[in-house]
């Protein structure tokens, strides 16, 4: 293979995964006709055509496919040796890519990235701020957070936050018109504010436990929402019983602007954790993450 088939291929990885030649060529720092001339070249020397054009996207043929499958480890490959050979750099580089949860993003990284990034200039950190779960190998991810449940088998997994606990809480308000719920059938009886699910698209079942008895409650209500902080909204507002994270609610709970209910039925679960393929070569930038953030309470 002569040294430019090697970019001719890496050039025609990116339009494919990127189904853009525009969003491509921005990434990979040339023009756009440039890329176009790139992938014409590789497809009259292989003699097929690899990618279909229309006005709206570009997409892989069964060619393009075929050759996409062999060419993705391959480079990966080549990238990560490149990384490892990074690591025999006096200080810690490289860029770092990682899917997460607002949540789990303003909780846990946040405080961790704000005291260790202005100690290492040439360590740069993308968060993707997700509530799906993402594929990070398809997406091209260096690691992804998420709760310990949640977790690939074929993940490497390293908690980073301790247990979290789910609340389910009221405005005082809400409470002076019925009596509060004591057990998770009592729910049936209450107006409750639902959370859409995106990754799943259902609304979730309240998760609730007492004395290793679990039951999953069905809550109707007026309000559906996606977003934790609408929720809280609507609770506050006394539109009724809203199922959040503990933390989300500590501050009004102990102020009195919520009212926190079921306590008892709502024990902690694993919380936390970074994971990664477990195939990957660590560079010296990631590994340095990775301790920063490791759980140690």
């Not at 190998?137 to 957070?145: F, T």
């Not at 719920?181 to 107006?191: G, W």
């Amino acid at each position: 293979m002569r040294r430019e088939e090697l970019g001719d291929l890496n050039a025609f990885q990116v339009v494919a995964e990127e189904q853009s030649f525009t969003r491509a060529a921005a990434k990979l720092g040339t023009s756009q006709s440039a890329l176009s001339y790139t992938v014409r070249r590789l497809e009259t020397r292989l003699g097929v055509r690899l990618l279909t054009r229309t006005t709206r996207r570009v997409a892989p043929t069964e060619a393009g496919e075929r050759l996409l499958r062999t060419l993705r480890p391959a480079l990966d490959s080549i990238a990560g040796e490149l990384a490892s050979l990074g690591d025999m750099r006096e200080k810690p580089a490289g860029s770092i890519r990682i899917s997460t949860s607002a949540h789990a993003a303003t909780h846990v990284l946040w405080p961790v990235l704000e005291r260790l990034l202005p100690r290492y200039p040439d360590i740069q950190v993308e968060l993707n701020l997700e509530s799906r779960l993402t594929d990070i190998v398809a997406e091209r991810y260096d690691a992804g957070v998420r709760l310990g449940e949640q977790l690939a088998k074929d993940m490497v997994a390293v908690r980073i936050g301790p247990d979290l606990r789910m609340a389910v809480v009221a405005a005082p308000a809400y409470f002076a018109g019925c009596r509060k719920p004591r057990t998770p059938q009592d729910l049936a009886e209450h107006r409750c504010i639902n959370l859409r699910q995106q990754t799943l698209g259902g609304l979730y079942a309240w998760e609730l436990e007492r004395n290793g008895r679990e039951v999953k409650v069905r809550v109707e209500g007026q309000l559906i929402f996606n977003d934790a902080q609408m929720l809280l909204k609507a609770a506050a507002a006394g539109f009724g019983l809203a199922c959040v994270l503990e933390d989300h609610v500590e501050a009004d709970v102990a102020a009195g602007r919520l009212v926190r209910v079921l306590e008892d039925w709502c024990p902690p679960f694993s919380g936390y954790h970074l994971y990664y393929p477990s195939r990957r070569q660590p560079s010296a930038g990631f590994a340095l993450l990775v301790d920063a953030l490791r759980y140690r309470g």
